[in-house]
């Protein structure tokens, strides 16, 4: 939740607020500062559990009165501890029959790291602890509108533009592509062997 005219963001546990953090620095708020005022306002958002269970990460697709800002934050359930975040980012939106989100995130399986990608094709591997930039490289453009990292967390998979693209996770190296039709989501079977994809209405294994 954010309060309006405010930068400040927290995440709420049945509805208290803990700890309140900068949305642009990731600042914590002194906890003697005065108190916060203001209407408590959902923006457009979504967010995406890790495997572990143990982090959240939030996605802020532009709010009411700051147009135009993009940006995530990975929590820690437990403690409510803001891990990492990043702000002014240009990502792409999907657009399906019932809604309009953004699906270019993935937590690897182990949850310790996260892949970002780009509209511009820039995909970015951080540390989810820190945000430390762990490997950046370019893919082409429009090309990450979804992320999936394969079991192993050694590969990544994104689609984007009608074309899937298998990558090295840790080093950025293009593996192989191939067509896949319009798609909504998409996820990878337990052995790596098989995706499944999901789009107009659709379901096919590829």
Same mark, same amino acid.
């Given at each position: 939740?954010?309060?309006?005219? $405010?930068?400040?963001?927290?995440?709420?546990?049945?509805?208290?607020?803990? $700890?309140?953090?900068?949305?642009?620095?990731?600042?914590?708020?002194?906890?003697?500062?005065?108190?916060?005022?203001?209407?408590?306002?959902?923006?457009?958002?979504?967010?995406?559990?890790?495997?572990?269970?143990?982090?959240?990460?939030?996605?802020?697709?532009?709010?009411?009165?700051?147009?135009?800002?993009h940006r995530f934050h990975v929590w820690e359930l437990e403690s409510?501890?803001?891990?990492?975040?990043?702000?002014?980012?240009?990502?792409?939106?999907?657009?399906?029959?019932?809604? *309009?989100?953004?699906?270019?995130?993935?937590? $690897?399986?182990?949850?310790?790291?996260?892949?970002?990608?780009?509209?511009?094709?820039?995909?970015?591997?951080?540390?989810?602890?820190?945000?430390?930039?762990?490997?950046?490289?370019?893919?082409?453009?429009?090309?990450c509108d979804l992320l999936v990292f394969l079991p192993g967390g050694?590969?990544?998979?994104?689609?984007? $533009?009608?074309?899937?693209?298998?990558?090295?996770?840790?080093?950025?190296? *293009?593996?192989?592509?191939?067509?896949?039709?319009?798609?909504?989501?998409?996820?990878?079977?337990?052995?790596?062997?098989?995706?499944?994809?999901?789009?107009?209405?659709?379901?096919?294994?590829?």
């Open positions: 939740q954010w309060l309006e005219n $405010s930068p400040w963001f927290t995440l709420a546990l049945d509805g208290q607020p803990r $700890s309140w953090w900068h949305s642009d620095t990731g600042e914590r708020r002194p906890e003697d500062a005065p108190a916060l005022e203001g209407n408590r306002r959902l923006s457009r958002h979504q967010s995406t559990l890790s495997p572990d269970g143990r982090k959240l990460l939030t996605y802020y697709g532009g709010v009411e009165n700051r147009p135009g800002v409510g501890r803001l891990l990492c975040q990043q702000t002014n980012l240009t990502l792409p939106i999907i657009h399906s029959r019932r809604r *309009s989100g953004c699906e270019a995130f993935a937590f $690897s399986p182990n949850s310790q790291t996260l892949a970002v990608g780009m509209r511009d094709g820039r995909i970015v591997i951080r540390e989810v602890d820190g945000g430390r930039l762990m490997r950046e490289w370019m893919a082409p453009a429009n090309s050694k590969q990544l998979l994104t689609w984007g $533009s009608g074309r899937a693209r298998l990558w090295n996770a840790d080093t950025g190296e *293009s593996i192989r592509s191939f067509e896949v039709p319009l798609v909504y989501c998409l996820t990878v079977s337990p052995d790596g062997r098989f995706l499944l994809v999901g789009g107009g209405g659709d379901f096919s294994g590829l």
